[in-house]
């Protein structure tokens, strides 16, 4: 159990949800919300995070809090697993694109765009929507992302089944439950969902992606990258690692201030270390982008990792 704004978390999905909140809080405090609704047709002042009073909370960021739907996210998980694979190489995984694609595309308001890449004579995407800033002097882009293929490991064959619902579905539903809340809101900046494929090769599609942001000098002020954030571990208790390199401590610091100011609950690690390259987040500090990464814990890994029983099922003691 969790406590969340006061309120007590009884949650099947515990991990994914409480890290879901804290993506939320930082992501638009970042991107400078505004107080109003889209469709309220009136724009007030964006009362961003960074001016708040220390441990203040602001009430636009509860009521996004408030809006996450359990429900949605078990669905997004199970949608993905039953794919049987997402090896990036299968139609499986190509149809997993299709189905990311048109979730994007329910929101109006975002802008849903495949991006095509070669790898190994194949061709594969990245799905990209995003949601346009209201200022339009301002060009600074912020993304949120995951990796959406997936893998398993020898003696099993990825062509049968890699179900990778920790691995990385939960990324990818927090990353379109973000969307889904955050299409409802106006920002100053842009926000871009990003849901990479290639991962398990090799960061394929996030090299593609960051190396074609470069060359378009795209004002990308910080990557999250949500990498296996499903499983609650044997103490049952939501932790998380943040991985950051120097240049995006700052970030780290940040998710880190917001889960105690929010009182999200996550078991918190801090990790300034640049030889952590394991996961997209690093196709960015390539190209000097701040990027970090946010995992569960380390010292209480998912068991059932790059196997064919990395089930939503098997993320949680609440998931019987
Ligand atoms: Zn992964």
Request: aromatic share 14%; glycine share 6%; with cysteine.
């Amino acid at each position: 159990m969790s406590r969340v704004g006061g309120v007590e978390l009884v949650s099947r999905l515990l991990a994914t949800t409480v890290a879901l909140f804290l993506l939320l809080s930082v992501c638009s405090s970042l991107a400078g919300f505004e107080a109003t609704r889209t469709s309220l047709d009136q724009h007030e002042s964006s009362d961003s995070f960074k001016t708040s009073e220390p441990n203040s909370t602001n009430p636009t960021i509860e009521e996004m809090i408030a809006q996450v739907s359990e429900q949605d996210l078990e669905k997004y998980i199970q949608d993905l697993q039953d794919f049987g694979t997402r090896y990036a190489y299968t139609t499986q995984c190509n149809e997993s694109a299709q189905y990311i694609y048109d979730e994007f595309d329910k929101y109006e308001a975002l802008e849903v765009e495949s991006q095509y890449f070669v790898y190994n004579d194949h061709t594969m995407r990245n799905v990209v929507a995003t949601l346009p800033g209201f200022n339009t002097t301002n060009n600074s882009i912020y993304i949120i992302s995951a990796h959406y293929d997936s893998i398993v490991n020898y003696p099993f064959n990825p062509y049968e089944s890699a179900p990778g619902a920790d691995d990385d579905a939960s990324g990818v539903a927090a990353v379109l439950e973000t969307a889904k809340i955050f299409s409802k809101y106006r920002f100053e900046s842009t926000v871009r969902f990003v849901t990479f494929s290639a991962e398990e090769l090799g960061l394929f599609g996030s090299r593609y992606y960051a190396g074609q942001a470069k060359s378009n000098y795209d004002d990308i002020e910080g990557v999250i990258q949500f990498d296996m954030i499903g499983y609650t571990g044997s103490d049952d208790k939501p932790d998380l690692d943040i991985i950051g390199d120097n240049q995006s401590e700052w970030l780290v610091d940040l998710m880190n201030d917001t889960n105690d100011r929010y009182g999200i609950g996550i078991n918190f690690d801090k990790i300034i270390d640049s030889t952590l390259t394991w996961s997209d987040h690093s196709s960015f500090w390539d190209e000097r982008y701040c990027a970090i990464c946010g995992i569960e814990d380390q010292e209480d890994f998912n068991p059932y990792y790059h196997t064919p029983y990395d089930y939503r099922q098997t993320q949680s003691c609440f998931c019987k």
